[in-house]
């Protein structure tokens, strides 16, 4: 990359955004975020994200201070994947421009573009926990089994743009009653469980969904995992749980499992989807770990 004189000691940011995330708007900010970015001192190199996988394998990291990523928790669950795959380990500034932004929402990272931006040129670090899936990848917020993952992946992309989460309430509350329980067996470093779940989560803020406080206790930088299990019910109990959550008051429900831990095995009869980061997951059986490794702007 070619520099001028007076460019020398500037930092070099590497900014990936997704055309497509939420309304597609981030697009039409682009060049304004660029000029803020130069008037903090950056060389600003944009990369437009078509689902790429490797990504920095094309792209050397090497000559940049940082990267930033502009889209929803599908395109900041690729660009943490491919990080963490290569070794990079330059701090990630999150411009949340998605459907939910679930774990951009959970550290402040919202607002205006400009105060969004502003996180990013202060500079202020925080080291937070990641998930690693053995044999797949890994994940930044959740990880959910069964019903809801069906819910995400049928609806249509359109309707959930037009709508944002809402789109997500609606479904849910739709096929909610309906749900099919499916039979789920966890185990930790020193516990088992046989369930049979409607809703399975393991989360690594409080937020996913859309849905505020599915785990109010959990922190992003606590070395745990918080494990969600709503169990199956007779209806008049599902529909009082799905208020229960709605307020976050659902941890001490005859109906729910809940607890934290580091290490986990998740397993099931019969095919059961799953979802991480709001897109597509692996088929089960599914060892998760938790690593404390990646810098966020914050």
Known sequence: MYCEGDCLGMKKLLLLYNPISGKGSFKNRLDYAINKFQENDYIVTPFRLNGERELFKKIDVKEYDSIAAAGGDGTLN???????????????????VGTSNDFAKHLG???????????????????????????????INVVSLGNLPSVAHKTNPSFKNNLGKLAYYINVLGQYPVFQPFNIHLKTKDREFNEEALLFFVLNSPCAGGFKSLA??????DGKFDVLVIKNCKLIEKLSLFVKVLKGEHHDDQCVLYFQTDYLTVNSEGLVETDVDGEEGPKLPMEIKCQKKLKIFC
Do not use: E
């Open 78 to 96: 690729s660009v943490v994947n491919d990080m963490v795959n290569n070794d990079i380990d330059i701090p990630l500034g999150i411009i949340p």
């Open 109 to 139: 990272i919202m607002g205006t573009l400009d105060k969004i931006l502003h996180r990013i040129i202060k500079g202020q670090i925080k080291t937070v926990d990641i998930g690693q899936i053995n044999g797949w990848g890994s994940f």
């Open 216 to 221: 109010p206790q959990a922190k992003v930088d």
